[in-house]
Nanobody
Framework: QVQLVESGGGLVQPGGSLRLSCAAS????????MGWHRQAPGKQRDWVAR???????WYADSVKGRFTASRDNAKNTVYLQMNSLKPEDTGVYYC??????????WGQGTQVTVSS
């Protein structure tokens, strides 16, 4: 099993920045790609970003240019730097990884609230 623990969420004003972390433990292989998703109450959980083991990144259009994913494979940790935050970025942010092509692991989520 794999455990994923997000941290770094909080309340921030529009235009502000926040850096999320996701620490993986257990049977996690740093060769696995990791992703970030977010979910607002009553909304679907939407994909936000993906980062491959070699650092290649992909982003949803809604966050492209504002969010940056990175990872420290030695620490089994992935980060999401969020800049120029907007109220619509509010939600619970989850990191995830897929093992063996079919086993999906999620963290517990960390709340991000963007409000003045």
């Amino acid at each position: 099993q794999v455990q994923l623990v997000e941290s770094g969420g909080g309340l921030v004003q529009p235009g502000g920045s926040l850096r999320l972390s996701c620490a993986a433990s257990g049977s996690f292989d740093s060769g696995n790609a990791m992703g970030w998703h977010r979910q607002a109450p009553g909304k679907q959980r939407d994909w936000v970003a993906r980062i491959r083991s070699d650092g290649e990144q992909w982003y949803a259009d809604s966050v492209k240019g504002r969010f940056t994913a990175s990872r420290d494979n030695a620490k089994n940790t992935v980060y999401l730097q969020m800049n120029s935050l907007k109220p619509e970025d509010t939600g619970v942010y989850y990191c995830n990884t897929v093992i063996g092509g079919n086993r999906v692991y999620w963290g517990q989520g960390t709340q991000v609230t963007v409000s003045s």
